[in-house]
Structure formats: structure tokens, C-alpha cells
């Protein structure tokens, strides 16, 4: 994956969220904050509008710079945890000028360690780590077997559904939804809808680069 790469993926995953905006905010509305998707959505267009920035730096810094812009763009307590994700994936790149499977693999598994640590939270917890945590892990065993992209990406799409609906069923332990107790049981939390979204994106835009 090249930077190239790194900023198409990030249009791909606007794209899809500005598709999914009604589904994102219902859900938001019954168990979030109400601002997730406005968040989202910033943090889109401001990586989006780095194009011409981003494609002439390697994935490493693009990565920490993208991290960098997102600390200061999205409010709240989203910021911090989405930048230290990208931070800690161009801290986990440094020196590699075109990360293979694996690479990228290990620095999306920095990323995700980051926000674990940065949240304080872990799977179970109805939160985006519900899908985020066991995508990449599977992605990290999927490179390591030398998988192919096309069966690599659909493997990782049903992962990330099939853990964003788990979260239907959990109780929320963190953020606002933590205070609705066992009223939040039925809905799906909807950091873990966004992340299964992006999922869904950067791996259509993989298989689609590939096949044309």
C-alpha cells in the first residue's frame, strides 16, 4: 500500500460514510452523543483536502500528518483517539517506502493498540473496538498465510459485519451509552457501524484497484 493508496482508501471510506449518514446519526441519536457523525464527517474532509500534501510524503509521515490534522479538526473525545490511531501507524511504518500485506497488517494492529490504550477499553465494551479489534487481528493472520487480496478483503468485510451486529447485544461500558445501561441492549453502537463502513470501503476500493 502507497500513499496513493492511503488517500484513495480515505475517499473511498468519505464516500461511504456520507452514504450511510442517516443510518449512522439514527443510531447516534439513540445511545451516542449526537455528534459522531459530524466528527466523522470532518475528519473526512479534512484528510480529503490533504491530497495534494499527502501523495508527496511516504505512508509513514502521510499517516503522522493525517494524525496531526485530525487532533486539531475533530472535537471531543474522538479526536485524540482517531489521531493517535494514524499516528501510531506512520510510528510503525518509519523507514518502509511501500508497506506490503504483513507491514501494513502489524501498523494498523499499532493503530488499533492505540485506541485501546488511549480509550481504555477492549472488545466487549459496545464500542468501534468491537469491530476494530478482531478485524485486525484476522488481518494480521490473513497476511501472515499469505492469503490473496480478493479473499483477504472478504474474509476482513464479514468479520467487521459480523462484529458490528454483535454489539446489538452488548451493554455499553463506555461513552455516553455506558449511562443507558440496559437500554442501550438493541441498538448497535455506532462507532462500531462507522468503523465496519470504512471497512467495507478501503477493502471494495483494494479488490476493485485490483481487478481493473
Same mark, same amino acid.
Given at each position: ?14 464516500? /461511504?460514510?456520507?452514504?450511510?449518514? /442517516? ?30 500534501? =499527502? ?25 485524540? =483517539? ?10 510503525? =511504518? +518509519? ?14 494492529? +499499532? ?9 481504555? /477499553? ?6 468501534? =473496538? ?35 451486529? +454483535? ?46
Amino acid at each position: 500500500m502507497n500513499t496513493q493508496d492511503i488517500v484513495s482508501a480515505v475517499e473511498a471510506v468519505q464516500a /461511504a460514510i456520507l452514504a450511510n449518514e /442517516a443510518h449512522i446519526e439514527s443510531l447516534d441519536r439513540a445511545i451516542g452523543d449526537g455528534d459522531h457523525f459530524i466528527n466523522v464527517r470532518r475528519g473526512c474532509e479534512a484528510i480529503v483536502a490533504m491530497r495534494p500534501e =499527502l501523495s508527496q510524503l511516504p505512508p509513514a509521515a502521510a499517516f503522522e500528518r493525517i494524525g496531526m490534522k485530525l487532533l486539531s479538526t475533530i472535537g471531543g473525545a474522538s479526536g485524540p =483517539l482517531i489521531a493517535s490511531f494514524f499516528m501510531s501507524m506512520g510510528r510503525e =511504518l +518509519a523507514g518502509i517506502e511501500q508497506p506490503d500485506t504483513r507491514e501494513f497488517a502489524q501498523a494498523l494492529a +499499532a493503530g488499533v493498540e492505540a485506541i485501546k490504550k488511549r480509550g481504555k /477499553a477492549d472488545v466487549g465494551e459496545k464500542t468501534m =473496538l468491537d469491530v476494530l479489534i478482531p478485524t485486525s487481528r484476522l488481518l494480521q493472520r490473513l497476511a501472515a498465510e499469505g492469503a490473496d487480496r480478493e479473499s483477504l478483503c472478504m474474509k476482513i468485510k464479514q468479520e467487521a459485519e459480523a462484529n458490528m451486529l +454483535a454489539t446489538r447485544d452488548m451493554i455499553a461500558t463506555k461513552g455516553r451509552a455506558h449511562f443507558l445501561g440496559e437500554r442501550a441492549l438493541g441498538h448497535i453502537d455506532p462507532g462500531a457501524k462507522t468503523s465496519q463502513v470504512a471497512v467495507f470501503a478501503v477493502c471494495d476500493m483494494l479488490t476493485e484497484g485490483a481487478a481493473s
